[in-house]
T-cell receptor, first 114, second 112 residues
Framework: DAGVIQSPRHEVTEMGQEVTLRCKPISGHNSLFWYRQTMMRGLELLIY????????DSGMPEDRFSAKMPNASFSTLKIQPSEPRDSAVYFC????????????FGPGTRLTVL | AQTVTQSQPEMSVQEAETVTLSCTYDTSESDYYLFWYKQPPSRQMILVIR??????QNATENRFSVNFQKAAKSFSLKISDSQLGDAAMYFC?????????FGSGTQLTVLP
C-alpha cells in the first residue's frame, strides 16, 4: 500500500494568495483527518471527515480555511487568503475505523507564506 | 480535556544502548488508546507502537517496548539497542474516540 499521499510536499506562496493542499487516504479507510503542526502550538486537529462527511471542524482556525472531501479517495484543504501565520506543516491522516484503529499519517506539506 | 505531557524536551543515547522516553497523561476515561509516533527530519509521522488501555500486557515491537502504568497514567517508551536511524522527535499521543491528543515531543539524539 502506498500509504497516505499528500501534495505538494512543499509550498511557498505570497500573502493573500490561495493555497490548496491535497490528500489521498489509504484505500479502504473511511475517516480522514487534517492536522497542522507549528513550533508554538504543536500538532492541532483542524477537521475530521467520516465517510466523506465533515464531522468536526471546530479546529479550523477561521473562515479563511475550508476543507472538502468529494469522494473517498480525495480531500483538499484550502486557505484563502493565506497569511504568514499560516506557515506550518500540514498533515493528513486516515484510519479504517475511527476511534478503534490507528491513524496513519501522510508525509506532510510544508507551507511557507511570505 | 485530556492532556499529554512529555517532560523531556531532549534526550541522547549512545548507539547500541537503551533509552527510555517518558510520557504522562491526564484522563478520567477508562477506555482509550496510547501511541508513540516518530517524526524524523523528513517530517513524516510514523507510528512506532500502540497500546490499548484495557490490555495489561505491555506492547512490544521489535526493539521498542512500552511500560504502561494505567493507575499512574504513565506510558514510557523504551528503545533497546539504539540505532542511528532512531534519531527523531518522538511524540506520545492519547486517543479517546476520534480525538488524538499529542504531547510536545522529545527530541532523541543517537550518538555514534
Amino acid at each position: 500500500d502506498a500509504g497516505v499521499i499528500q501534495s505538494p510536499r512543499h509550498e511557498v506562496t505570497e500573502m493573500g494568495q490561495e493555497v490548496t493542499l491535497r490528500c489521498k487516504p489509504i484505500s479502504g479507510h473511511n475517516s480522514l483527518f487534517w492536522y497542522r503542526q507549528t513550533m508554538m502550538r504543536g500538532l492541532e486537529l483542524l477537521i475530521y471527515f467520516n465517510n466523506n462527511v465533515p464531522i468536526d471542524d471546530s479546529g479550523m482556525p477561521e473562515d479563511r480555511f475550508s476543507a472538502k472531501m468529494p469522494n473517498a479517495s480525495f480531500s483538499t484543504l484550502k486557505i484563502q487568503p493565506s497569511e504568514p501565520r499560516d506557515s506550518a506543516v500540514y498533515f493528513c491522516a486516515s484510519t479504517a475505523r475511527v476511534g478503534v484503529d490507528t491513524q496513519y499519517f501522510g508525509p506532510g506539506t510544508r507551507l511557507t507564506v511570505l | 480535556a485530556q492532556t499529554v505531557t512529555q517532560s523531556q524536551p531532549e534526550m541522547s543515547v549512545q548507539e547500541a544502548e537503551t533509552v527510555t522516553l517518558s510520557c504522562t497523561y491526564d484522563t478520567s476515561e477508562s477506555d482509550y488508546y496510547l501511541f508513540w509516533y516518530k517524526q524524523p527530519p523528513s517530517r513524516q509521522m510514523i507510528l512506532v507502537i500502540r497500546q490499548e488501555a484495557y490490555k495489561q500486557q505491555n506492547a512490544t515491537e521489535n526493539r521498542f517496548s512500552v511500560n504502561f502504568q494505567k493507575a499512574a497514567k504513565s506510558f514510557s517508551l523504551k528503545i533497546s539497542d539504539s540505532q542511528l536511524g532512531d534519531a527523531a522527535m518522538y511524540f506520545c499521543a492519547y486517543r479517546r474516540a476520534r480525538q488524538l491528543t499529542f504531547g510536545s515531543g522529545t527530541q532523541l539524539t543517537v550518538l555514534p
